[in-house]
């Protein structure tokens, strides 16, 4: 006589095998493209946190120059209303390679004057040019690494690339933090303060930010 055959325990074993599966490669796959991102994002959180204690000594540098008479016609001045538009490729060139500032970006376009504003992570510039004279001076100010480092936190003057770059970290962070619950929902039955803990961590925050932060 034949024992009767149980697929349905089987099949749920099988089911949570498989999700268990799932679960653990997506939690190390996100957490492995997350994992240098979130050591930044945790050593910034505390400098900057703390930013009065670690402030840099900005270090300031300027240069002048004078454009060639071929250049100068390029930003010679002219009937046109005030604008914002970039410098001339020529003029931008010659910008980087004189005085050792990036000559991209829209430039503010006066009756007088050329201002490009060059601001930067941990740092901040600018480049000036006499429309007349044909006068360039510039400014360039480092407020060293850990500034930078701030900035890159903050996403402050780093660019699209950078932007794109926090959001694409931000989803990693999530789904590291999504698998991991659910690990944790997986497991909870043999680990009895999985959810004290998961608790605590909720309650915390939100007692101190009721009493503390008004």
């Known amino acids: 006589m034949h024992a009767p055959v149980r697929t349905q325990p089987n099949k749920k074993k099988s089911a949570k095998a498989f999700w268990l599966k799932q679960l653990h490669s997506w939690h190390w796959v996100s957490s ?3 994992l240098i991102g979130l050591l930044l994002f945790a050593f910034t959180g505390i400098t900057l946190n703390h930013a009065a204690d670690v402030e840099g000594s900005p270090q ?6 004078t454009l060639p008479p071929a ?3 390029q930003v010679a001045p002219d009937d046109a209303p005030d604008a914002r538009k970039p410098l001339p490729a ?5 910008v ?3 005085i050792g500032q990036s000559g991209a970006g829209e430039a503010e376009w006066s009756a007088d004057e050329v201002y490009l504003a060059l601001p930067r992570p941990g740092g901040d510039g600018w480049v000036s040019i006499d429309r007349h004279s044909g006068e360039v001076s510039s400014e360039a100010t480092s407020r060293g690494w850990i500034s930078y480092l701030n900035d890159l936190h903050k996403g402050r003057n ?4 950078w932007k794109w770059f926090i959001d694409i970290f931000a989803i990693a962070c999530f789904l590291f933090a999504l698998t991991g619950l659910l690990l944790l929902w997986l497991h909870a039955r043999k680990r009895p303060t999985t959810w004290p803990l998961v608790a605590a961590g909720l309650a915390i925050p939100a007692v ?3 009493i503390f932060i008004h």
């Open 158 to 161: 780093a660019g699209n690339v």
């Open 90 to 94: 020529p003029v931008a060139q010659w």
């Open 208 to 210: 101190l930010a009721i």
């Open 71 to 73: 250049l100068l016609k």
């Open 96 to 98: 980087e390679k004189e």
């Open 60 to 65: 300031t540098v300027t240069r002048s120059a």
């Open 32 to 34: 492995a493209i997350s």
